[in-house]
């Protein structure tokens, strides 16, 4: 199965991008080339299930079922019902992030389909590069020369936020680069600067899911065990076992993705756990900040005082 994508970050919030992209019937707005399109049966466009029929300018007819609007996640997936290439089994997804470091926008397009034999690479190439990515350069110059703002009444997360503290920046390197640095469970101490003396205890692995790392923050010892950690999606997860900190139930972890459009990394950062309101004024910025936030700065600075 061919897999296509495209991924880009966009000078506005991404309430305000969810605005543009949201509508299913949109494209020509901002599609360049696309010329018109129509929802069929009088519909409107965030029904799901809905059908959207378009005509490219080179005079192509496609037609394309909604399957996911998700405005809680900023997501929309959908199939082609007449397709555009002739690919079989064809999926696509939009989604978007915040950056919180800038309130700017992480926008990722995927596609999975099969291609026909003799064709392996071809579509996957085409939709990533004159589909996925040439969209996203234009939303990116319609959103340069006239910002959005986010449509009034607008929230970033529809009730809570996923998790107690989610943040995320874009770190100035290649996600591989970035990912192998991060994914030694036992080498936050080497870039993070109020980290020191930490070491897997019992001389396990830093890969070893279960295994704990033993470290010194500032003048706290703290152990976490590593709950998951996957090359796949370039993420991982712990739980602190051993904390002088006022909280129980702490789980953290980060993910990574590739920002095609400049070779560089979305990177997001999420904690939880159980505190007092009054503890958790201070725990939840300090914890982003401090920890989540710093750890992505240094990461980057170390990455870019290697390749000097």
Same mark, same amino acid.
């Given at each position: 199965?061919?897999?296509?994508? #495209?991924? !880009? &970050?966009?000078?506005? *919030?991404?309430?305000?991008?969810? +605005?543009? =992209? /949201?509508?299913?019937?949109?494209? @020509?707005?901002?599609?360049?080339?696309?010329?018109?399109?129509?929802?069929?049966?009088?519909?409107?466009?965030?029904?799901?299930?809905?059908?959207?029929?378009?005509?490219?300018?080179?005079?192509?007819?496609?037609?394309?079922?909604?399957?996911?609007?998700?405005?809680?996640?900023?997501?929309?997936?959908?199939?082609?019902?007449?397709?555009?290439?002739?690919?079989?089994?064809?999926?696509?997804?939009?989604?978007?992030?915040?950056?919180?470091?800038?309130?700017?926008?992480?926008?990722?397009?995927?596609?999975?389909?099969?291609?026909?034999?003799?064709?392996?690479?071809?579509?996957?190439?085409?939709?990533?590069?004159?589909?996925?990515?040439?969209?996203?350069?234009?939303? #990116?110059? !319609? &959103?340069?020369?006239? *910002?959005?703002?986010?449509?009034? +009444?607008? =929230? /970033?997360?529809?009730?809570?936020? @996923?998790?107690?503290?989610?943040?995320?920046?874009?770190?100035?390197?290649?996600?591989?680069?970035?990912?192998?640095?991060?994914?030694?469970?036992?080498?936050?101490?080497?870039?993070?600067?109020?980290?020191?003396?930490?070491?897997?205890?019992?001389?396990?692995?830093?890969?070893?899911?279960?295994?704990?790392?033993?470290?010194?923050?500032?003048?706290?010892?703290?152990?976490?065990?590593?709950?998951?950690?996957?090359?796949?999606?370039?993420?991982?997860?712990?739980?602190?076992?051993?904390?002088?900190?006022?909280?129980?139930?702490?789980?953290?972890?980060?993910?990574?993705?590739?920002?095609?459009?400049?070779?560089?990394?979305?990177?997001?950062?999420?904690?939880?756990?159980?505190?007092?309101?009054?503890?958790?004024?201070?725990?939840?910025?300090?914890?982003?900040?401090?920890?989540?936030?710093?750890?992505?700065?240094?990461?980057?600075?170390?990455?870019?005082?290697?390749?000097?």
């Amino acid at each position: 199965m061919a897999r296509a994508y #495209a991924s !880009i &970050i966009l000078k506005a *919030p991404v309430e305000a991008v969810w +605005g543009l =992209v /949201r509508d299913f019937n949109a494209l @020509p707005r901002w599609a360049p080339a696309i010329a018109r399109s129509k929802i069929e049966d009088g519909l409107d466009s965030d029904v799901v299930g809905c059908v959207r029929s378009f005509h490219t300018r080179d005079g192509g007819h496609v037609r394309e079922r909604l399957l996911t609007l998700d405005d809680a996640n900023y997501t929309i997936a959908y199939n082609f019902e007449k397709p555009a290439f002739p690919v079989k089994n064809y999926v696509a997804t939009l989604r978007l992030y915040p950056v919180t470091d800038t309130d700017r926008t992480f926008a990722e397009w995927e596609a999975s389909f099969d291609e026909a034999p003799g064709d392996e690479g071809k579509y996957e190439r085409l939709v990533s590069r004159d589909v996925f990515a040439a969209n996203w350069a234009n939303l #990116a110059r !319609i &959103i340069a020369s006239k *910002p959005p703002k986010p449509p009034k +009444g607008a =929230v /970033r997360w529809k009730g809570f936020s @996923p998790n107690k503290v989610w943040t995320s920046r874009v770190i100035r390197a290649p996600v591989e680069k970035v990912w192998h640095t991060m994914r030694d469970f036992a080498g936050m101490g080497a870039w993070h600067d109020d980290i020191t003396e930490m070491r897997m205890q019992d001389g396990v692995r830093a890969d070893k899911v279960s295994g704990v790392r033993d470290f010194y923050f500032g003048d706290g010892r703290l152990n976490e065990e590593l709950l998951h950690l996957c090359d796949l999606t370039r993420s991982f997860s712990y739980r602190i076992t051993r904390c002088e900190i006022p909280w129980l139930n702490y789980v953290s972890g980060a993910r990574l993705w590739p920002v095609t459009a400049g070779n560089v990394t979305f990177a997001v950062w999420t904690g939880d756990w159980d505190a007092s309101p009054q503890d958790d004024l201070i725990l939840m910025p300090r914890t982003e900040q401090s920890v989540y936030q710093k750890a992505f700065a240094t990461v980057e600075k170390k990455l870019r005082s290697r390749s000097r």
